[in-house]
Each structure stands twice: as structure tokens, then as C-alpha cells.
Nanobody, 122 residues
């Protein structure tokens, strides 16, 4: 069992940056593929970025590639999402999730955090 707690969301102006963190409890954190998803009001949950267990492979949605960076620190049981050049279209609740392997489908993830709100003003 893995419990996930996100932090770092907030209100930022367009062009600004935020860094989200997701702290995990439980054993064997490094065996889980971790990902960030986001959900805007009235829209489906959308894959943002993923990272393999040892951090050797990363994956990004086309809309954030080059602006967002996912990373993890297995010694701290934490995964991060550095978000730069934010636009109002990035406004959403951001969730971290854990799974046994890579997938961009939310239904394949076993564990979820409660989410953190990111709001980008124009």
C-alpha cells in the first residue's frame, strides 16, 4: 500500500513557475512508476508526465514537453514536477499517482494523492 500527499500548488501569473511535490509513504517506493495527472473543471483526467522507478526514463504529454520536468528522490520517497512557462491552460488540479509500470491511462494507476490546485492567471 502506498499513500501519496501532494503539495506546492498555488496561484501564479502566466509565464511563472511552480514546483509540485508528492511525498509517498510505504515500502518499496523505487519499485513504483510515478506519474502526474491533471484535471480541469469539466474535463477528463489527463496524463502530464511519468517517471520510471529508478528515474532513468521519463515521459511527457506533448502539451508540457519542454516546459515541465518530472524527477524523483527515492531516498526521500518523493516525486517532483517542476513547471515553467505556465499558461492559463495549465490551470487544473494536479494529482500524483503510482503504478507497477508505465501507462498514460489513469485507470492503470493503483494509488492516488488528493490533488493540489494550480491556478495560472493571465
Amino acid at each position: 500500500q502506498v499513500q501519496l500527499v501532494e503539495s506546492g500548488g498555488g496561484l501564479v501569473q502566466a509565464g511563472g513557475s511552480l514546483r509540485l511535490s508528492c511525498a509517498a509513504s510505504g515500502r518499496s517506493f523505487s519499485t513504483y512508476h510515478m506519474a502526474w495527472f491533471r484535471q480541469a473543471p469539466g474535463k477528463e483526467r489527463q496524463f502530464v508526465a511519468g517517471i520510471s522507478g529508478l528515474g532513468r526514463s521519463t515521459y511527457y504529454a506533448g502539451s508540457v514537453k519542454g516546459r515541465f520536468t518530472i524527477s524523483r528522490d527515492n531516498a526521500k520517497n518523493t516525486v517532483y514536477l517542476q513547471m515553467n512557462s505556465l499558461t492559463p491552460e495549465d490551470t487544473a488540479v494536479y494529482f500524483c499517482a503510482a503504478a507497477g509500470g508505465f501507462s498514460s491511462s489513469a485507470s492503470d494507476y493503483d494509488y492516488w494523492g488528493q490533488g493540489t490546485q494550480v491556478t495560472v492567471s493571465s
